[in-house]
């Protein structure tokens, strides 16, 4: 599948990697139609865009995508240059749900024919990089967690989700044998690899943002992070470890709190419900605690309606939202972009399903600059050196891949 999407310049590809989901896999090739935009109306006029293309629709929305709140981002220095909302509909569309794979396209039968005549990608053609850079030092990055505490400590917010960046400058790589390596090394239940044109995305995330599905929401932050040995007889002990952790639950119930808040927004009254809290997942290289929050939403919302009071997603933000994201946008170095913002598609009818793109590769292939980011919730309950060391444990993953 990998080496037949090499001929398209638009493409997107979302993997459940096995992990039991709506579909195993989906890919949506080529553009019939899209939409792009940076401006401050974008999500009105991709409103618009939507009520006249109602096939299947893939892209992603930027972390700085303007919504109602009108958060002022000042101007870093952007070089992925992804915009901040994109959506295609697709020339081919390929959806896979158990033993069943169907096919919409022009020619479905020459389409099934060459993915099967394709080779087999293989995963090792990456020469080797020049080393992972970071945007902050250990003692720039304790520090700054430091002074977020005071604001804390002073209630300007309750929780905020720190962010840093890494990477690497004349990075000379083939995107689909690195996404190969990453998704050998960390399957993700919402992976992903994403083209548009020059700028890549190759994501491993474990977390769904939101999804639609018959007139119910649905979302699932994940707040509680714990390295995985790996070990057997260890791993019951390492889950037990995350469930009972102060300040994991600490931050994860201020998010799901955030969540009830955006989704009463657009969801009838009384309708919205914490299905799980504090549920424990493991994955490859961590054990994670996820929640799960619904709720039916009110007649008459549509998809500007939902991401304006739902987005960016508050497990990548803190509490309160618009506070914490003007003291995200002052202490971190970089511009998140469509890191921390969320990849998915658009079903005929309305219903979709986004991830949130952490635990990403990020990739210009013109400027051959390569990007990724990792952080953590910072509370009052927060050591500084820990979160250092969760930042690490969250970018090694692709460290590894990218040093493989």
């Given amino acids: 599948m990998l080496n037949w999407l090499k001929q398209f310049n638009t493409f997107c590809f979302l993997d459940s990697s096995q992990y039991q989901g709506t579909y195993d896999f989906l890919v949506g090739a080529g553009e019939k139609t899209m939409f792009q935009s940076s401006e401050t109306n974008a999500l009105e006029a991709f409103q ?3 009520a ?3 096939g299947w629709l893939f892209g992603h929305l930027g972390y700085e995508l303007a919504t109602v709140e009108k958060i002022s981002h000042s101007a870093k220095a952007d070089q992925l240059l992804f915009p901040d909302i994109f959506f295609f509909e697709p020339r081919i569309l390929l959806v896979c749900k158990g033993n069943e794979l169907t096919i919409e396209a022009q020619y479905p039968y020459k389409v ?6 394709s080779p087999f990608l293989v995963a090792d053609t990456n020469k080797p990089l020049p080393p992972v850079q970071s945007r902050m030092t250990r003692e720039a990055y304790i520090a700054t967690i430091e002074q977020i505490k005071k604001h ?19 990075a000379d790589v083939d995107p689909f044998s690195l996404f190969e390596k990453l998704n050998q090394k960390s399957p993700n239940p919402f992976s992903a690899l994403y083209r548009l044109n020059d700028k890549w995305l190759l994501c491993a995330s474990p977390e769904r943002f939101i999804k639609k599905e018959n007139g119910r929401i649905f979302s699932q932050p994940i707040k509680g992070t714990l ?14 470890l995350l469930a009972e952790s102060e300040k994991d639950r600490a931050e994860n119930v201020m998010i799901v ?4 808040n955006d989704l009463s927004r657009i969801c009838k ?11 424990i997942y493991s994955f490859p290289q961590v054990h994670q605690m996820i929640s799960t929050i619904s709720g039916t939403l009110s007649n008459s919302v549509d998809f500007k309606d939902i991401i304006n009071a739902t987005f960016p997603m508050g497990s990548m933000t803190g509490a309160p939202k618009v506070k914490v994201m003007q003291l995200i946008d002052h202490y971190e170095k970089s511009r998140r972009g469509i890191f921390s913002g969320a990849l998915g598609y658009i079903q005929p009818g309305g219903d979709f399903d986004f991830n949130v793109v952490i635990r990403s590769i990020i990739y210009n292939q013109t400027t051959q600059y390569l990007s990724f980011q990792a952080g953590g919730g910072i509370t009052i309950y927060s050591d500084a050196e820990k979160e250092w060391e969760e930042s690490l444990l969250k970018a090694k993953a692709i460290k590894d891949v990218l040093s493989s």
């Fill in 112 to 117: 099934f024919d060459a993915i099967e005549q």
């Fill in 152 to 170: 804390i400590q002073r209630g300007d917010c309750y929780e905020i989700n720190f962010c840093q960046e890494f990477f690497i400058d004349d």
């Fill in 257 to 260: 709190d955030l969540v009830r």
């Fill in 269 to 279: 009254e009384g309708s919205v419900q914490v299905d799980e809290l504090f549920g």
């Fill in 227 to 240: 390295r995985r040995t790996n070990s057997g007889n260890d791993l019951e002990k390492e889950r037990q």
């Fill in 52 to 54: 006249r293309h109602r």
């Fill in 48 to 50: 618009a865009f939507t």
